[in-house]
């Protein structure tokens, strides 16, 4: 397996991979209305996506989003957002959500950002597990609720030189 920035062509493949992890994960119910921006996530110049792969495989993406004015969690050029986690359902168990959230720990530093914020999901709980793991803490004064009944965690990871 590696972890490498998409490709134009896959980009397709990586909104249907996003799209099926999150619906096999029952993540959309709640807001079935973020299908579209979930699947769009990355091909507004906004961010940069990455993939995990094996062979022509697509095993699971993450998207490293530096601070812009439209940012949804960021508050400032020295901050990044995680976007768009996800990994298919048959690779997961196999270290491809941890390669992901650490390619994207080393792209923010290679972009000397300080801190990495993401959102999630109460139910999120495999991929809150992963970002325990890498250090990220609850940050819970940047909690959102960008709808009724739809409430999103914050985290955040604090990188040093």
């Given at each position: 397996?590696?972890?490498?920035?998409?490709?134009p062509?896959?980009?397709?493949?990586?909104?249907?991979?996003?799209?099926?992890?999150?619906?096999?994960?029952?993540?959309?119910?709640?807001?079935?209305?973020y299908v579209?921006?979930?699947?769009?996530?990355?091909?507004?110049?906004?961010?940069?996506?990455?993939?995990?792969?094996?062979?022509?495989?697509?095993?699971?993406?993450?998207?490293?989003?530096?601070?812009?004015?439209?940012?949804?969690?960021a508050?400032?050029?020295?901050e990044?957002?995680?976007?768009?986690?996800?990994?298919?359902?048959?690779?997961?168990?196999?270290?491809?959500?941890?390669?992901?959230?650490?390619?994207?720990?080393?792209?923010?530093?290679?972009?000397?950002?300080?801190?990495?914020?993401?959102?999630s999901?109460?139910?999120?709980?495999?991929?809150?597990?992963?970002?325990?793991?890498?250090?990220?803490?609850?940050?819970?004064?940047?909690?959102?609720?960008?709808?009724?009944?739809?409430?999103?965690?914050?985290?955040?990871?604090?990188l040093?030189?």
């Amino acid at each position: 397996m590696i972890v490498r920035r998409v490709l134009p062509d896959e980009m397709n493949a990586v909104s249907a991979l996003r799209e099926t992890a999150y619906r096999a994960d029952g993540l959309l119910k709640a807001n079935p209305d973020y299908v579209q921006a979930l699947r769009d996530l990355g091909a507004d110049g906004h961010g940069e996506v990455l993939v995990a792969a094996e062979g022509d495989q697509l095993l699971g993406t993450i998207m490293f989003e530096p601070w812009h004015d439209h940012s949804e969690i960021a508050r400032g050029a020295d901050e990044a957002e995680v976007r768009a986690f996800a990994v298919a359902p048959q690779a997961r168990g196999r270290g491809v959500g941890k390669a992901l959230v650490n390619a994207l720990v080393e792209r923010a530093r290679e972009e000397s950002v300080s801190r990495i914020v993401l959102l999630s999901l109460p139910e999120m709980v495999s991929a809150q597990y992963v970002y325990r793991a890498r250090g990220f803490e609850r940050v819970h004064e940047r909690d959102w609720e960008p709808q009724p009944g739809v409430r999103l965690m914050a985290y955040c990871l604090t990188l040093k030189g």
